[in-house]
Each structure stands twice: as structure tokens, then as C-alpha cells.
């Protein structure tokens, strides 16, 4: 409890209470929050199972299943076709043992167990297991646990009656009752480790993140506000694609997923907020398929579809708009397209992107796509932050009372920034962080300056910037067509060994000829011919105003003269720059200033916009934890994160602990910024722990603009990912695609030297050449390591997303 200089009172939650610490083979420990957050919702169950409020007949008890907007019991035959759907989804896949999580008032069981040899349910509710096994079904088994409890003695006794392992893990309509995503995954990893291999772990009844505004907007019409209050205090779990996408990819086994719409035919909340999921572990290989846009399908795009059904070839379809979301339109719904598929194999699905948006698959193993395809971030509502900040209130005052402290008018709770986050909070953060940088910026952009404002700087000032980016790219293919060019003699196609070989190429820089070349083939300007023979299209390559052109690309985007000067004399010494005659280091540190040189580089647009959303994003951390924060910066360099990191800090204490894989800048780091930080030389390619550091006493971990430098960058996440405490944050800057004017300069900085493998040889850069990963690509490497990607900035319609250096921030999973 900390004490506010206004009498108030400030009570901060310790994440360990919130904290889920997963253990392979055991039950997973549950944070003293969550366990009562479980309880809570055990209680409810219990009450709502007994009462029998809307128990229709054995197989539709439907207690406790009411409408959102009326509170009235939703309709019989709607629930009715609701678990019969859901029945079918599972039976698609063939089960025949199946561990069914929350099984409820047994709706599921009877429908399933017909057509299983066995079956085992678990529930909270005391009162339904044993009213469930009273039955008497043949080859059906009902035990009281939770579903974290799925490597406890009591779920494994029962499922170890199969003699074999489920070929089935069913959660239906209960993901929405768990606390958190961290949760979600210990249960999620653990149905994946149990399920057979080609078996499914079934998470249906899904309620969408991406669509709890729309529902509420709905339930609150004419009041903004009251719909974003009813947002932010929704009590239950909502996830979308990506947070799924997430868990999946570390779970440790290969994991595809499919995302399958509701298709019920009414209009109801579980009909337009829900969808299923279906976790394929370790699946055989499905058939490659022809994807076609809806809008690609002519005037009648259902007919068109009839006949994609009927046709034999496995197809997707993408880009449905489902006509829930735009009523007086011909937009199909899932129902109608269901019909439309009726007597084929044809299924239905959710757009991973686009939770408006419908997918048709045929057949149904085409649904089924790698977590990568969803992959970004991740938006879930987690209800265990509010439940936490009421629960410690009510502690709190009760405390005060006990120790007869008077009680402050003021008492405020307040969760970590990492988890039990809701959607409304997230959107929240990236718009503050957003703001932050767009502050910064306006103390750059001209037009700012000259209005002598203090607003953040809008798109309409950051027009200029794509066609700044683009100049660079433009500039950077000319200058390589030429050199290519020279090498490759009119009408006499070469292999790439032939072209570097006339070029003199130092060994340890082919991997950048050959990464030009494939480039210049994409962009047009090369073509590859029989037998890996290169030739470019135009050999007469004008060097036009380049010169100026790029001193004014650099200008436009916040590079100094220095860099621009670096750039030129870089793309005219190409030739010897290849045969290491001279090192792109004398360049770029023409005067031997490293540290100056390098701190050249700090202030341009996309940085200042970066960093100063990470020191907002650090400034929220700080006060949302109890003191000191405790920071590990990777690859501090020259020190402009630290800055700006240290800027947002501003008074709070810190524990912050400044490392790079060279001493020359731990050292200037200590000359610039003292004894308020420590020091250390950490290496993102080995063992971090290993190296020293701390496991589990980071708070927040800042890598910025190193991760690229990684050899295999999965490895080097989930060595960080050690270093995280509960409730932990990593902040990533990176650059999300191929900037050619780097590739043509900077990138002679990254050859390795004799002996060192090549970048990316073992993570998704796959040993292709390129540095840095795509928009994809990064949130799922973090993933895979356990980070969930929670924040990105900036926005992809904004000028700003030109530059392709982004900011991410990934929660500990």
C-alpha cells in the first residue's frame, strides 16, 4: 500500500497474484487471484446447476443460458441446433476417446457418447457429476476438477481407463469463465501435449474480442459512453484468432488451426459473437488449395460458390462479407452459405483478419492453416484485471478497518501493465503511446515547428514520408542494376558464382550478392534464366539526380547530412566495399567517433516516433508496479532508447540494467548516464541466464533494433523470455520489411565473420538472405517463444507505417 501525497490510497496488485506458472506433467500453480477468480465462477455454476432454471429434457438443460440484451432464456430450438452444430464439428474429426472440459449440464455428452468408445468429463459443479454419472451411460465417466486440473491424479485416473490416450480435448462455451489468456494456455498447453498425435483439441463457443465493441454498441444504443463501460467491465474472457494463434504456437508440438464460424439460424449473440476453434496436433499434411476473392466470383457469387462445391478441386474462399453486420445487402450469412454447401464437404469459416468477414473452405481440410497465418497481435478482454482491482479494494478496507485506520475517499487499485489486461485498456494504451510519439515528432517536422504547436502531429504533416521511402528504394535499385550489369556482358546470362567471381566478391559478403539478386528478380529488373543464369532487363541504368534526390529523401525523413553522405559514398564504392578493400565501418565513422557517428542515426522520424512511445509505455509500467521497476535493456548501442526509456521513467525508481555484447558502449553508457544504471555484457545469441543475468527479474525487457542481429532470433527470444518475472513485458523495435537502400549499404555491417554462421539460418528467415522479418513473421517468432504480442505500433494506414519500423510489445505467456 502506498500512501498518494493527497491523502489517497494507492494499492498496487502484486502479479504474482495474477500469475498462472505452468509445470509440465502437474497441475499448473495458480496465483492466490486467479484461484479466487475460479472460485467465484464455481460458485455461480453451482447455484445456477441446481436451481434447474431451464431444464427442458436430459439432453437440453439449459440452465443458466439467457440473453444478453432481454435477460430471457434464450429459445429451446436455438439451443437445440447450437449443440447440435457443435456435436457435428466434433464428430467431423472421428474421435473416438474424448475428455470433454466443463462438460455442464452434460448437453455435449449426450449427443457425443453414442459415437465414441469413450468418454470423460470433468465440471467444477459438484452437483451435475454426480447427477451425470447417475446415468448410468455405458463407456461415460463424469469427475469434479477444474480445467487447469487436467494432469491431476483425478482426470488422469479416469482417462487412463481408455488404455490409450484421447484422441479429443472438447472445451465448449468455458474459455469464456477463465481469468485469463495465461490461464487459457496452461489448460490449452496441456490438452496438446495429452491429445494423440493427428487428434484436435476443440475450443468452441468462442466469444470475439474484435467484436465486443459491436455487442455492446448494440446493447448500449445512443450512449458511447455506457458502451464503453460496458466493454471495459465485461466479466468474461473474450479472444480473438491471434490471441489462439499465440498459444498454439508454443504449445512445443505442431499445431494447425481452424476457425469455423457460427452457422445457427438464428440471429442471435452466439450466432454474430462467436466462433469455434479447432486445434489440429500434429496433423497429417492437408491438400494445397486455389484461394478466390469473393468479389472475383462474377454477378452471382453464390452460384459461383455452388459450383467451386461441386467442382472437386479444394478451394478457400476469402473475403465473404457476412451480411449479420450489413443487414439490406445480399451479403451472405453463415447460414445461407451453409445451405449453399449443404451435400458437399464444404465448410464455413471466420476470416482470421476480419471477424466481419467470412471464409468458405472445400473441403473441410483445407480450413485448417499454421498459427502463423493469424499471427499479430493480439487483442483478448481479460476480466481477471478488474476482478483483482475490486477484490483488493474490498481487502484493503477491510484491513484499514481491522488495524481502525480511517478509510481514504480516494482508494484506488491498480493491476500491472501486462496481465489481465481488457480490450478497452489496450486500445487505450496504443492510442496514448501513439500520442506520446506523434508529441515527440512535432518538435521535428517543420511545418510543426513553424506553427510553434505542442499537438501531436497529424497524418496530413507525414504525407511526404512514402515517397521519401520510396526515392530510397528506387535510388538504392538503380545503383544495383548497375553494378550487376557491369558484370553480366550483353547477352551472355551469368550464375551468381560467375557474377561475383568478374565482381571479386569477399566470401563472407556473397550471401549480399545473392540477396541482390533475388531482389532485382522480384522487382523486375533481373531476370533468372536456365540454369540459375542471371541477366538484367535494362542494362542502360541513368543515374538521373540520385544525388539530390537522396539528400532530399534524407531530409524528409529526419536522417542528418552525415547519413546522407554515408549512403552516397557507400553506393559509389559498392565494388570495393564487395572485395573488402574498404570496410562500410570507415564510411559510416569516417572520423573514428563511433559512438558520435552512430548517434547519428538516433533522432530520425520513425525513431523519435518509436522511442518516445516506448518512454510513455516504460512510464506506464513504472507506475502500475510496485518500486523499482526492474528494466534489462539487449543491445543498448549508442544509447538513444536508454534515453528515451530513462526520459519516461522520469523520478520512479529503477532497477535498470544496461547491456551490450561490447564493452565500448557499456562503457560510454556509464560516461553518459552514471550511476543510475548498471552494467553488463549480455550476447542475444547465448543463454542469457547463463551469461548471468537474472531469471525472472525483469519486469521489462528492451530490445531495440537488435533482434534482427540474431542468428536464430526464436532461440534468442526464448532466452529472454527466461529473464521475464510474472506478468512480464518485452518492448521490440524492429524493422518489418527490406529497406533497399539498407541491403545496399548498412548490411555489409552484418556479414558474419570466418567461421560464424550466417543470419537466420535456423528461425523464418530460413538462411534467405533477408535481415529482417516481415509484419508476420516477427509476432510470430514471438509467440513461438512464449511472448504474446499485445501492442504494435504504428497503425498500418498511417504515413508513418512507410518507414517499416515498428514497436511491439509481447506479455509473457
Known sequence: MDRTGTGGLVVTVDPAALAVRHEPGRPPVLGDLVAEHLEHWGEVYDWTYRSRQGAHR?????????????????PAEHMAEWADRTAELVLRHRPSHLLELGCGTGMLLHRLHPHLKGYVGTDIAEHVVTRLNGLGLDGVTVVRAAAHEINGSTVRSAVARFGERPDCVLLNSVTQCFPSVEYLA???????????????????????????????????????DRAAQRAATDT???????????????????????????????????TRYRFDAVLHVEPPQGPPATTHLWDALGPDPVAALAGLARGGEPVRLAGIPNGLFDPGTSAPTGASLRATLEGTEGVVLLDPDDPMRLQVAIPAAVAAMAPDVPAGVARPHEPLGAFARARLAEVAR??????????????????????GRDAVSLTREAVDADLAGRLALARMIPVMRERRTSEPVPDTALAHLPHAVRRFDEIALRALTRLIADAVPSGRPQTAEQIMATLGVASRHEWIVRRWLEVLTTEGLARRGPGGRFEVVDADIPAQD????????????????????????????????????????????PDGDLLTSLSKDQNNVSNTYLNAAMGHLVARAAVSRAEPLRVVELGGGAGGSTAAALDGLGAAKADYLFTDVSRFFTMAAEDRFGDRLRYALLDINADLVAQGAARGGADLVIA?????????????????????????????????????????????????????????????????????????????????????????????????????????????L
Open 236 to 270: 468474461e474472457l473474450l479472444l480473438d484468432p491471434a490471441t489462439l494463434a499465440a498459444v498454439a504456437a508454443s504449445a512445443g508440438r505442431r499445431v494447425t488451426i481452424s476457425l469455423f464460424a457460427k452457422t445457427l439460424t438464428a440471429d442471435t449473440e452466439l
Open 58 to 74: 436430459p439432453d437440453l438443460d439449459l440452465s443458466g443460458w439467457r440473453a444478453s440484451d432481454t435477460g430471457r432464456p434464450l
Open 186 to 224: 496452461a489448460v490449452l498447453h496441456d490438452a496438446i501435449e495429452l491429445v494423440a498425435p493427428g487428434g484436435t483439441v476443440v475450443v468452441g463457443d468462442v466469444r470475439h474480442s474484435g467484436l465486443l465493441d459491436e455487442h455492446c454498441r448494440l446493447l448500449e444504443p445512443g450512449s458511447a
Open 398 to 419: 477491510r484491513e484499514l478497518r481491522r488495524a481502525e485506520l480511517p478509510i481514504p475517499e480516494e482508494l484506488t487499485t491498480q493491476t500491472s501493465s501486462g496481465p
Open 546 to 589: 540520385d544525388g539530390a534526390s537522396l539528400d532530399r529523401a534524407c531530409a524528409e525523413l529526419g536522417y542528418p547530412e552525415q547519413m546522407a553522405t554515408f549512403f552516397r559514398t557507400a553506393l559509389a564504392r559498392l565494388p570495393e566495399l564487395l572485395r573488402d578493400e574498404i570496410m562500410a565501418q570507415a564510411l559510416l565513422f
Open 704 to 812: 531495440a533494433n537488435v533482434l534482427h542481429c540474431a542468428r536464430h532470433a526464436g532461440r534468442s527470444l526464448r532466452w529472454i523470455r527466461e529473464l521475464l518475472a510474472p506478468g512480464g513485458l518485452v518492448v521490440v523495435t524492429e524493422a518489418i520489411r527490406e529497406h533497399y537502400l539498407v541491403l545496399a549499404t548498412m548490411q555489409f555491417l552484418l556479414s558474419p565473420r570466418e567461421g560464424e554462421p550466417d543470419l537466420g539460418a535456423g528461425d523464418r528467415r530460413g538462411g534467405t538472405g533477408k535481415v529482417f522479418f516481415t509484419g508476420r513473421e516477427l509476432p510470430a517468432e514471438l509467440a513461438e517463444a512464449g511472448l504474446r504480442p499485445i501492442l504494435e505500433l504504428p497503425k498500418a494506414d498511417s504515413p508513418l507505417a512507410s518507414p517499416a519500423q515498428h514497436l511491439f510489445v509481447a506479455a509473457r
